[in-house]
């Protein structure tokens, strides 16, 4: 009984010792991904809904820079808003039903009123329609622990939607 006592003392300890370190998250000078390109985006630019008035026919060819437009637009209106309703309306139009559903893209009754806004991000292309996209904010003004999504992109019916998000270092 003693071990453990002095055992869960110990991994407290540490972990307590732990969080008082340094709180400043560096980012790295170069990430060089083993088969990957990276795409830097500015925190100044806009999210832009899709175009949906003009119908264009379906091509048989994946449109990288269409796909990667959609990751950017997803991102910015999923991280930049000012309440909950407003993220969720803006958000639904980049993502297939599955992805809205998964993400629970819907009006609410009590629409919770927060900031939030992207300060950086880099969106990487895997192979086709994947991407791993690495994602700071702040919400409430204070600054939250840089996100990884890996996000998915379908075209479907000429429209390109994000097809799966997932958050690998939250499971």
């Known amino acids: 009984m003693k071990k453990v006592n002095i055992w869960l003392l110990g991994?407290?300890?540490?972990?307590?010792?732990?969080?008082?370190?340094?709180?400043q998250i560096e980012k790295p000078d170069k990430i060089i991904p083993s088969s990957s390109k990276e795409i830097k985006q500015s925190s100044e630019e806009k999210v832009s809904p899709p175009q949906s008035s003009e119908k264009k026919p379906v091509s048989e060819e994946f449109d990288s820079d269409k796909a990667k437009a959609?990751?950017?637009?997803?991102?910015?209106?999923?991280?930049?808003?000012?309440?909950e309703n407003k993220r969720n309306e803006a958000t639904k139009v980049f993502c297939s039903?599955?992805?809205?559903?998964k993400l629970y893209l819907v009006k609410v009754d009590k629409d919770i009123k927060m900031r939030s806004s992207v300060t950086s991000s880099d969106i990487y292309e895997g192979g086709e329609g994947e991407y791993m996209v690495l994602v700071s904010y702040e919400l409430n003004?204070?600054?939250?622990?840089?996100?990884?999504?890996?996000?998915?992109?379908?075209?479907?019916?000429?429209?390109?939607?994000?097809?799966?998000?997932?958050?690998?270092?939250?499971?």
Not at 15 to 21: I, Q, T, V, Y
Not at 70 to 83: A, G, I, M, T
């Open 70 to 83: 959609v990751v950017k637009d997803f991102l910015y209106s999923y991280y930049n808003y000012e309440s």
């Open 11 to 23: 991994v407290t300890s540490l972990l307590w010792l732990s969080a008082c370190g340094n709180s």
């Open 97 to 101: 039903p599955e992805v809205q559903k």
């Open 141 to 171: 003004g204070n600054s939250v622990t840089p996100q990884v999504l890996k996000i998915s992109v379908q075209e479907e019916a000429g429209t390109y939607l994000v097809s799966a998000v997932d958050f690998p270092l939250m499971n």
